[in-house]
């Protein structure tokens, strides 16, 4: 293996299919393609631990796109710092319009019309954006990751030892002198930060992320978290780079492994029928215990 191995990239990438890609390294392939192609990812991973049945669902259920906004926003976040060169052509800053008036709600249509092959953001979030941005670039090590040579939204595919199973990962940046994986988040207040580790499982895709990786390069990265808040702190809203600790590493790593495995099995046997059973709420069990005492 080269000192660095990412100095073989341009003659080690296979042929992108319109559907299939082969276990590799793949720089230029489109998110649209990446999110419509084979294997199994982090966020399929997810609904397999919601219910099994929930990912055969996902790929079915139509979308509501009117719903879509504070995805909209994390997007084009994420666009602004690791894409900014895709900005404009898949985000427009909209006039500000006066839909109190007949005459302001119909140049608001016409302008959702003209332009609607792209999201549409209003001058007050890309305002916010900008901030957001500054506020990344202030921060001593995001602005460390940000001039490091780099590749971002590059995707990699793998096939899993023991299950078989082709697996992918899109890393929103690597770090090609220093084999760290970066994730930007969108957190709501710092002070949410762990919680979201939790609900949104960032810790399995810390494991999933490190093994594809490592899988591909023969190197265990280092898995970092850029997180920006979204909620002002002082006038500022806050950024912060983590790593998470062994033992939450170790956590995600097994669930990992278990959702992987559930995957397996349900798709070598066909069964995406399953029902959820649910859990009484802690806080629930704790008054009745309440009473009883």
Not at 11 to 39: K, M, R, T
Not at 56 to 72: F, G, H
Not at 226 to 247: F, H, I, K, N, Q
């Amino acid at each position: 293996m080269p000192a660095n191995p990412f100095d073989l990239l341009e003659q080690d990438q296979p042929a992108i299919g319109s559907v299939f890609c082969a276990p590799g390294f793949y720089e230029n392939l489109s998110n649209a393609d990446y999110h419509a192609g084979e294997g199994i990812s982090k966020s399929g991973l997810d609904l397999i631990a919601h219910c099994p049945s929930s990912l055969p669902w996902s790929k079915e259920a139509p979308v509501d796109d009117q719903k879509l906004k504070a995805m909209d926003f994390g997007s084009a976040l994420h666009c602004l710092l690791l894409e900014p060169h895709n900005f404009n052509s898949e985000f427009i800053i909209a006039p500000d319009f006066n839909r109190r008036t007949n005459e302001g709600r119909t140049q608001w249509e016409a302008f959702q019309q003209e332009h609607d092959d792209k999201i549409i953001m209003t001058a007050d979030e890309w305002r916010q954006l900008q901030i957001m941005q500054g506020s990344v670039m202030a921060h001593p090590t995001a602005r460390w990751i940000f001039e490091q040579a780099g590749i971002n939204e590059a995707s990699i595919y793998w096939t899993d030892d023991e299950t078989g199973e082709l697996c992918r990962i899109r890393p929103d940046r690597i770090l090609t002198n220093h084999h760290i994986i970066v994730d930007v988040k969108k957190v709501e207040g710092m002070d949410r930060l762990e919680k979201h580790v939790e609900e949104f499982r960032y810790h399995v895709q810390d494991a999933m992320y490190s093994e594809g990786y490592e899988k591909h390069f023969g190197v265990r990265p280092q898995f970092l978290f850029l997180a920006v808040s979204s909620s002002v702190s002082a006038g500022r809203y806050m950024v912060d780079v983590v790593e998470l600790p062994d033992d939450w590493k170790q956590r995600g790593h097994e669930l990992y492994r278990e959702n992987l495995e559930t995957y397996h099995r349900c798709r070598v046997e066909d069964d995406w029928l399953h029902i959820r059973s649910l859990e009484r709420p802690a806080w629930a069990i704790r008054q009745d215990e309440r009473r009883l005492s």
